[in-house]
T-cell receptor, first 115, second 114 residues
Framework: DAGVIQSPRHEVTEMGQEVTLRCKPI?????LFWYRQTMMRGLELLIY????????DSGMPEDRFSAKMPNASFSTLKIQPSEPRDSAVYFC?????????????FGPGTRLTVL | GNSVTQMEGPVTLSEEAFLTINCTYT??????LFWYVQYPGEGLQLLLK?????DKGSNKGFEATYRKETTSFHLEKGSVQVSDSAVYFC?????????????FGKGTLLTVNP
């Protein structure tokens, strides 16, 4: 069974450009999480969806960041306009059931570099 | 709020050495505790978990015991292998309405040399 799929794996862009990261969760999972990983701040939860509905977006840094989940098998995280401080690895994770004692399965991540 | 403190790495060991990675936490309520592992170029994978005090989580030779009195969840392995080289993250769950939320430590890089 395929795990969580993320694309692209690497993205290099220039400041001011729009960036879209994509995620396909594991089939049957109803919870989806977007995380950001940096050396300075570690791993941070950006947004949590349950049954395609955003439940907690308090971790989204600012209005430049937006996330959607139009259906159970696809989610996007968009940054517009991008800035160098957005450079990080972005992970998508999914689980069955939202409670954290339900194992979260992580994708391989997208390494974003904003020049 | 919730927080997790892990020993700073990197940790470098020889094969078959004993491993301890310390983790302490601050939390409200009764969190569950986790260790995740991240191999190079991959996402995080759940290694083990414990959901209540005195529980021991174990997997692949790794163990950790949920110690409420010392607010600790130290990771141990009796004999490490080169293939254990990875970054290890301690994490705890939120409680109540935030029980979906994981708070992670900064991670500890382990390198095992042959």
């Amino acid at each position: 069974d395929a795990g969580v799929i993320q694309s692209p794996r690497h993205e290099v862009t220039e400041m001011g450009q729009e960036v879209t990261l994509r995620c396909k969760p594991i089939s049957g999972h109803n919870s989806l999480f977007w995380y950001r990983q940096t050396m300075m701040r570690g791993l941070e939860l950006l947004i949590y969806f349950n049954n395609n509905v955003p439940i907690d977006d308090s971790g989204m840094p600012e209005d430049r960041f937006s996330a959607k989940m139009p259906n159970a098998s696809f989610s996007t995280l968009k940054i517009q306009p991008s800035e160098p401080r957005d450079s990080a690895v972005y992970f998508c994770a999914s689980s069955f059931g939202g409670a954290s004692y339900n194992e979260q399965f992580f994708g391989p991540g997208t390494r974003l570099t904003v020049l | 709020g919730n927080s997790v403190t892990q020993m700073e790495g990197p940790v470098t060991l020889s094969e078959e050495a004993f491993l301890t990675i310390n983790c302490t936490y601050t939390a409200t309520g009764y969190p569950s505790l986790f260790w995740y592992v991240q191999y190079p170029g991959e996402g995080l994978q759940l290694l083990l978990k414990a959901t209540k005090a005195d529980d021991k989580g174990s997997n692949k030779g790794f163990e950790a015991t949920y110690r409420k009195e010392t607010t600790s969840f130290h990771l141990e392995k009796g004999s490490v292998q080169v293939s254990d080289s990875a970054v290890y993250f301690c994490a705890l769950s939120g409680s109540g309405g935030s029980n979906y939320k994981l708070t992670f430590g900064k991670g500890t890089l382990l390198t095992v040399n042959p």
